[in-house]
């Protein structure tokens, strides 16, 4: 019993540290756009991130059969949509506001799932919804003329794409190889961007630094070792604690939007940012299922 308790803990402390990499993620994508097209960027990032993970999970990931490669597309699709707009989005808004809006995902989660299964929503899931409406009132715009910024508008639709893809993993995950499904999503993430980038983006003859460095941290440890820790560890605790422990991870993002981009949360922004934390886990906590 002690053995399993110090596991879970491990496991939890474990992906309290992926959701502080992910916080600090925005602020590393932040500073590469300024550099690198998002398309490019997004491109090499789920490349590298998909090689990474073939290298160190191999026999899973040549378990790729035609129906996990069915499954992966849709889902890649929804990814795909979700990493986009919210890249698209983070030139154009700060830090705290991409990742406190990307995180209203959650509680998007059993709205889409009522309306999708024609049920009518919960009350829980309606006090979630109003809460985090207030919550993006409050936090996108201090003036308090609920006025959505393009960047912000932008990481809402990345919002829904997060909160499609949360469905549709639970709905097809259990039927495959969680590594080998996983690879397909990464790769087909990063064709599509590497192919919207040729198109349409101007190609720089050289990537700067800047540009390397967060393509690296980003496909490595944002993604790939991420990915790779949540199939590992969650036999350790629940979805659930897990999930409550990465509603941290706009926490993480705030601070280092603080520290590093000089980004600063006003009385609003402070009161928004707490209402959305509060939907989200009122969101996990009394989720039945999705």
């Known amino acids: 019993m002690l053995k399993m308790i110090s596991m879970r803990s491990r496991a939890e402390l474990c992906m309290l540290l992926v959701a502080c990499i992910w916080g600090i993620n925005f602020v590393i994508v932040k500073n590469a756009l300024a550099d690198i097209g998002p398309y490019l960027f997004l491109g090499l990032r789920f490349i590298l991130a998909f090689l990474v993970l073939a290298a160190l999970s191999f026999k899973d990931v040549i378990k790729i059969r035609l129906a996990t490669l069915g499954a992966g597309t849709i889902l890649g699709l929804f990814l795909f ?116 980038a040729f198109l349409i983006e101007p190609i720089p003859v050289r990537l700067t630094f800047n540009a390397v460095f967060a393509i690296f941290i980003t496909a490595v440890f944002a993604t790939a070792m991420a990915f790779l820790l949540q199939n590992y560890l969650q036999q350790y605790s629940t979805p659930t604690r897990f999930a409550i422990v990465l509603t941290s991870e706009p926490i993480f993002a705030a601070l280092a939007g603080y520290w590093w981009a000089q980004e600063h949360l006003e009385r609003n922004g402070l009161i928004g940012a707490a209402l959305i934390l509060l939907a989200m886990l009122l969101s996990i906590v009394f989720r039945k299922s999705i």
């Open 81 to 196: 949509i979700g990493y986009v707009f919210q890249t698209l989005g983070l030139k154009y808004t700060s830090c705290s506001n991409t990742a406190f809006i990307t995180g209203v995902s959650v509680v998007l989660v059993p709205i889409i799932y009522s309306i999708l299964h024609k049920q009518k929503p919960s009350f829980i899931t309606a006090i979630t919804v109003i809460v985090a409406a207030a919550g993006i009132f409050m936090f996108s715009d201090p003036a308090g003329s609920f006025s959505l910024t393009y960047g912000d508008l932008l990481v809402l639709i990345c919002a829904f794409g997060f909160a499609f893809h949360i469905i549709y993993v639970d709905r097809y995950s259990h039927r495959h190889n969680a590594l080998a499904i996983t690879g397909v999503q990464l790769l087909l993430v990063g064709l599509l961007c590497i192919t919207i």
